[in-house]
Each structure stands twice: as C-alpha cells, then as structure tokens.
C-alpha cells in the first residue's frame, strides 16, 4: 500500500477524528480541519496527496473549497463526502475536479479502495510525465540555461561531481534552487534509473526524524504498530539528498555519521544493522562558520559532507539568468494550470522583474509568476498585473536603478495616477481577482473600478 498524505474536512469533530485514526492506523499521514477556509489555508501550505471533504461546511463548502484550490493551482485530489446526497450535487462536484465522491456513513473499507485507486491513478500520472518530458526534451540535464558566469561554473561542476559517488554539500540562500541541483546531479549520474529521495531535515518533528531516516520495526515505541522501511533504504542504489542539514539535532548526527563511514543502518528496535547503498547530498542555507562555532553541528560530520561543494549565488546577483528564468516558468506554469494560451511579458513588466530584489529568489519568482498568471485577463502581463510586493518594493544597493524603478516623477496628477494604479492593483490582487469585492473594498462601484481599469488599458 502506498503511503498518501491525507486532510480530512469535516464540521463533526467526531467523525474526522476517527476517519483520521483509521487512515492513520492503516498507514496514512492524516492533518483534519473542520471549515472551509481552515481547509483552504492548510491545502495552500502543504503538499497533500488526497482532500477528503465534506460538501456541507460552515463558511466555504467542500465544492468552493475545491473551486478555490483549483484557482491557486492546487492539484491535490478531492474525494467528497456529504450526508445530503443528490445527482445535482455528485455532478457539481465531478465538474469542478473532484476525483470521486462517496455517501455517509463512510464505509471504511470503500474509502480505502478508493485511496488505493488514487495512489495508483497517481503513480501513474508520474510516470507519463516523466516519460512525456524525456520525449519531449523537457526533461534537461542541467535545466534552464544560464548565460550568468557564476551559473556557467557552478553547471560545469555539476557535470564534474556527477560522475563521482563523492557526497556534495550544496549551499545557498533559500529559494535558490539548491533541490534542483540535487536532482540535476542525481539525474547525471550513474544511479539515475533508480531512487532520488529527498527529505527536508528541519520540516521532521526531532522524535520522528530517526524513524523517519533509519526506519523502524512495528513494537519498537509507542505508536510503532507496523515495520516501517526509512528514506535510507527507498534510496537504496539510488541517491538521498538531505536538505537543511544543519537543522538535524546534534544525537541523530552522530548517526548520520556512522552511516556515511560504515555504509549501514540500525532500524529503532533493530538487533542488527542494514547494509545501504545510497549516496548522500545535503543542503544548508545556514551560516556554516557560525553553526560549527557555536557547536550546533560536528565538525567531523561536516567535513564528511564536504568532501565536494557548490555554492548557489542569489537571483540578485545573476540577473542576467532572470529573463530566461522568466520565460521558462511562464510556460511551465501554463501547463501546470492547464491554461490554453501561450503568455508574454511586456517590455516594462519585465524590466521590473529583473531589476527587483528577490529576496526568496528563484522560489519566489516562480510564486509570483504562477500567481499573476492566475489573475490577468488576457495573454499579455503588463506592469500593473504585477503584485504589490513588486511593485511597492523599494530599490536596493544591489539592483541598478532606472526610470521604472525610481520614485515617482512627473506632474501632480501624473503622480496621483501612479498611485491610484498601486493602489486599485493592490485591492484586486488582495480580492483574488474578485473586482466586486475590490469595489466595495475601495468604496466606489463596480461601473467605476471598471472604468479606471479601462482608462488603465486593462
């Protein structure tokens, strides 16, 4: 059976507790929320596998929760669940994406046979897009190119590690794109038909990492009600790349350690060890001189995950990559959001683009640019589609300054025209493209607001 992670929606608390207690006694991660928006916030900020909402919620239903996850881009599967069941609604649902739809009461059994059918349904959606993008050729070797000097060295160390069996510390600011690397030198490897597991080391509670790493034998602690493999042994023959090392607690590095010497691990509750084939990568966006100071991380341990290393210089200082970067996620997240267009940058929005400041970086870009595509009308991104934390931003010592980027110049109602446009773009983006709400929000009607965005070419 394979493991999915699970929200359970719904306003009883009763029910999803025990809907949540089996799922996770049968060996699913399971988070459970009991409204709409609760649930909406929760399907935003992690990566669940399966939504199993009730249609009828208190604020947001379950078909509005799903219509509103499918606007964000959110592909997670939703199985719907309602105690007043008609075909209108069963219809409604399937309509908006909702992969199945079930009765209460909830047969257990027929719940976990229609989980079984999502994992493979997704399993397999997996391995068609992997095998679209290789015959495709989107699936790079290194990924988007990079006219950047400092990008062209560190691709050209990539080629050079991968063909070692060397562990590589990477490092970087967040959002750089330190996984991608990952996978990049994993991919141009000698173990590239087989597992790349990534695990992020700082995202684990500290009592489950182990397990988590190491795996575990069913009686070995509390809760411990069946054998588990660990992320060691998935990436068996393969590669496992450990991100943000440095938020692994000091006990588990000294494990870790014996790992990368004797090429073995000891499961919780195991009397023998495992022998593991699986090369290591790790990631930091930590300042390493300052951790190993203060104590936070051994030193011995660092020096075995430093045998290569590539430092990951910010999207600030390789601006030059910016609008290949640009044009790259433009058609990627056309495709994630299953949009039939082609879109563009206007010469303005994208002078914007390159010249801020990007603080989460590649991360960020990507973010933003998935987000305005959700938003604008039309195929065409102009300036003022642009969020307000872009727009707004004020210009720093590392970005070259320019006319679109200075304070405000011109006469007084020119002046007044730029803020208006800040503003009335702030109070859509903030609606979520929902321009009656933006109206009532700024206090005018919708005739005018449509008005002013048709003085504003939109």
């Not at 060996?27 to 990566?47: C, F, I, K, M, P």
């Not at 069996?165 to 959002?175: K, N, R, W």
């Not at 509670?205 to 988590?212: G, V």
């Not at 640019?369 to 642009?386: K, Q, W």
Request: glycine fraction near 6%.
């Amino acid at each position: 059976m394979t493991e999915l992670y699970v929200l359970v929606v719904d306003d009883e608390q009763a029910i999803r507790q025990v809907l949540a207690a089996q799922l996770t006694k049968a060996g699913h991660r399971v988070d459970h929320v009991g409204d709409g928006s609760t649930a909406l916030q929760y399907l935003s900020r992690n990566d669940y596998d399966v939504c199993i909402c009730d249609i009828r919620l208190p604020g947001l239903n379950g078909i509005e929760v799903l219509r509103e996850s499918r606007k964000l881009g959110i592909e997670t599967n939703f199985l719907m669940i309602t105690a007043f069941a008609s075909l209108t609604t069963a219809i409604e649902a399937m309509k908006e994406g909702a992969h199945d739809y079930l009765m209460k009461p909830v047969r257990f059994e027929d719940l976990l046979h229609r989980l079984d059918r999502i994992a493979d349904i997704t399993r397999l959606r997996q391995q068609n897009t992997y095998l679209r993008n290789v015959i495709e050729g989107e699936e790079p070797k290194f990924g988007v190119e990079s006219v950047s000097p400092v990008m062209r060295k560190v691709k050209e160390l990539v080629a050079k590690v991968s063909g070692t069996e060397s562990t590589v510390l990477i490092t970087g600011e967040s959002g750089t794109g330190k996984s991608f690397i990952a996978r990049a030198i994993h991919k141009n490897s000698a173990r590239a038909e087989n597992s790349f597991v990534s695990v992020n080391c700082g995202a684990i509670p500290e009592n489950l990492l182990e397990s988590e790493l190491f795996g575990h034998l069913k009686g070995s602690f509390t809760g411990a009600d069946r054998n588990k493999k660990g992320l060691f042994r998935e990436a068996d023959g393969g590669t496992i790349f450990l991100d943000e090392i440095f938020e692994m607690p000091l006990s588990l590095q000294v494990k870790l350690l014996h790992v990368l010497e004797e090429k073995e691990i000891r499961p919780l509750g195991a009397e023998q060890p495992r022998r593991v084939d699986a090369r290591i990568l790790a990631a930091t966006n930590r300042d390493i001189e300052k951790a190993l100071a203060e104590g936070n991380f051994r030193s011995d341990l660092f020096y075995r995950l430093n045998v290569l290393h590539i430092h990951l210089p910010p999207l600030r200082e390789r601006r030059e990559d910016i609008p290949a970067l640009l044009s790259h996620f433009l058609n990627i997240e056309a495709r994630r959001l299953e949009m039939r267009r082609q879109f563009t940058l206007d010469a303005t929005a994208e002078e914007v683009l390159v010249n801020y400041a990007w603080p989460g970086n590649i991360r960020e870009l990507q973010n933003v640019i998935a987000r305005t595509m959700v938003l604008v009308e039309g195929d065409t991104i102009h300036l003022s589609d642009l969020p307000p934390q872009v727009l707004q931003a004020p210009p720093s010592k590392d970005r070259p300054t320019g006319p679109v980027n200075d304070a405000p110049s011109g006469t007084l109602r020119e002046r007044v025209r730029q803020f208006e446009i800040s503003i009335i773009n702030e109070a859509i983006f903030a609606a979520g493209g929902d321009r009656q709400t933006a109206a009532r929000s700024l206090g005018i009607g919708l005739s005018t607001l449509y008005r002013k965005l048709e003085e504003m070419g939109k």
